[in-house]
């Protein structure tokens, strides 16, 4: 059964860091994309960093590179996100999520990540004060 728990969340000021955890059991992450997800109160869900599968490539949105790192330890099958420089419109819900071959009901495609994710932890919320 596969299974992803997030951690670490907080309140941070502006400018401070903060590094979520995505704990899985189930599969093995090398195997599957995986990625990072937010979503803040009113706003759709929005992919903020993944993991290729094919080639361990990393893409990260726009609006968070040069700030987060994403990566992953084979070893804890466990994944990161490091979050530095934070700013209040980081506020969110952050989800760890892996790909899905198969449609689900929470299924969400990222082009860019060229995946489509479909197991989802259940999110740690992350707030950032001016």
């Known amino acids: 059964e596969v299974q992803l728990v997030e951690s670490g969340g907080g309140l941070v000021q502006a400018g401070g860091s903060l590094r979520l955890s995505c704990a899985a059991s189930?599969?093995?992450?090398?195997?599957?994309?995986i990625g990072w997800f937010r979503q803040a109160p009113g706003k759709v869900r929005e992919g903020v960093a993944c993991?290729?599968?094919?080639?361990?490539?990393?893409y990260y949105t726009d609006s968070v590179k040069g700030r987060f790192t994403i990566s992953s330890d084979n070893a804890k099958n466990t994944m990161y996100l490091q979050m530095n420089t934070l700013k209040p419109e980081d506020t969110a819900v952050y989800y760890c999520?892996?790909?899905?071959?198969?449609?689900?009901?929470?299924?969400?495609?990222?082009?860019?990540?060229?995946?489509?994710?479909?197991?989802w932890g259940q999110g740690t919320q992350v707030t950032v004060s001016s």
């Open positions: 999520a892996r790909e899905k071959k198969y449609y689900s009901r929470d299924y969400y495609s990222w082009a860019a990540c060229g995946a489509n994710f479909g197991s």
């Open positions: 189930g599969f093995s992450f090398d195997d599957y994309t």
């Open positions: 993991i290729r599968r094919n080639d361990r490539s990393t």
